[in-house]
């Protein structure tokens, strides 16, 4: 009986391997899958702002798409959202489907439309369905990819009303004479970049003027002024940067324009945008909590949106009051040799843009996560830089405010008011997703 019985225990064994489920995706699968889409903005040089447009939809498209399955829990932002159409889809419709699966093609079937260089998603679309197959479960994938495009035909008309398509149509951008306003830096002397965003049709907020900010420091070259003291303590900083200050700025450069010049030839250097950086703490954040997938969804949606508002209300002023960067009146006023830590982003100084996404981010993000959430940020260590620790999201954007002085790219009121018109913008983006779906 002996061989009997190992022969029983032995089929036990293989049928309980065999039948012993798949571990569900989580939180890990769709911050991968974004990290793809981030990658190829990398690659195509995407701006701040353009770069927070894309993620917002990109992460809509999965919200809405989860919605579908949990509507209780993540109701569809459709009649909230101007301009979102209804998405009424019977899932029953479509056979079998797989809710976690839905929100990663989700992921990368936006970003195959609306990036630049999407197509090149498409290769990690063929895995899954490769994957799936192997599987014996080609019938699911398929049934769940017609879901998500069902899904995104709905977005696609909301994306295409956003006035991103007119950009190239308005009158052509000119630097305004003087001294006050800002003029293209060294060196590349790039043309400033998308000076009508503000045209951009918001996320949550009203219009891009809902948050103003007070106007900056005008512009008086007198030593008591109150420009000139900022100005004079741009450089006074930057004479007297300590090597922590220094790498605190370096750290928080995510400048995706930076140009290398060595004797006439000029290099490109490929940086993450801020709003790339907050996309990756989020994510740190939701694998740290161990998010449900659908959880890690909702939190993408929230500061995607949030960045996307704070990028078009920042745009709003920066054209608005135009202003003077520091390399520039520096160069002027005080030092024609003097040159910035970081290199001076192309569109105009005030109010900081990092400030603004930063703290609105970090406010979406506390709501989500708790005011004392500690984390270890690696999203630059791809760059050659070390991870940092952070005590909470507020501490990290505290930090990434104060580099733009540290760097010499920025004047404290610009940093000041940003974080105002930030805070402004994250209450808005909190309230709009959970208080008023709780009404």
Known sequence: MRPVVVVIIWLCAAVSAHARPEPPMGATDYV????????IMLADVTSPVAASRYYAYINLTAYETQSLYDAATYPSLSGRLKGLSPIVLDRAA??????????ILAVFKSGEKLLPSGYLLKKHVDSLA????????????QNTLQLVEAVWKPVLGYVRAD???????????????GDAYWQPTPPAFMAPVEPNWNTIRPFALDSAQQ?????????DTAR????????????????????KQRHIAQYWDCNPFAVQQIGHVEFGLKKIS???????????????????????????????IALADAFIACWDEKYRSNRVRPETAIKKLIDPRWQPLLQTPPFPEYVSGHSVASTAAARVLTQLFGDNFSFTDDTEVEFNLPTRKFKSFHAAAEEACISRLYGGIHYRDAIVNGQQQGELVGNWVVRFFLVKSEE
Not at 32 to 39: F, M, N, R, S
Not at 94 to 103: C, E, M, S, V, Y
Not at 224 to 243: D, G, N, P, W
């Open 163 to 177: 006035g991103f398509s007119k950009l190239n149509n308005l009158k052509r951008y000119t630097p305004k004479v």
């Open 94 to 103: 479509f056979g079998p489907t797989d809710a976690q699966l839905a929100a």
């Open 274 to 304: 801020p709003g790339g950086h907050w996309i990756g703490i989020t994510g740190i954040a939701c694998r740290k909590q161990h998010f449900s997938l659908a959880q890690t969804v909702h939190a993408h949606a929230m500061v995607s």
């Open 224 to 243: 008591t002024s109150s420009f000139y003291q900022q100005l004079r303590e741009v450089y006074e900083v930057s004479q007297k940067a300590t090597k």
């Open 211 to 219: 948050f103003k900010v007070a106007p900056p420091a005008p512009y």
């Open 130 to 141: 490769v994957l799936y197959e192997k599987k014996q479960q080609t019938a699911l994938f």
């Open 32 to 39: 991968q899958a974004l990290k793809k889409v981030t990658d």
